[in-house]
């Protein structure tokens, strides 16, 4: 993991976030399954609320409402929180 001290000057985001039609979705982590809290979805990715720390790169089944099951990897973890690419788009 690599730590963070300063906030972002600029939004280098492709595509725009939006906020999750259902604000839990179940993740897998390890071989056990966890609620998760929703932050964000884009069809790229998603921000989650989830106190384990899993490794950059890890891949992670998600279960999300109205897209069913993808797998994520993980980008970032800061203070809780973890961004997520999603190796196929979300349609």
Known sequence: MIPRSEKRS???RGEARYPAASSTA???FRGRKHVVRLINVSQ???MVIFPHLPNIGERLPLQILD???VTAQVV????GRLGLTFTAPLE
């Open 10 to 12: 600029i939004d280098e």
């Open 67 to 69: 897209h069913g099951l």
């Open 26 to 28: 179940v993740m897998q």
């Open 76 to 79: 970032w973890v800061k203070d």
């Open 44 to 46: 790229s990715g998603a």
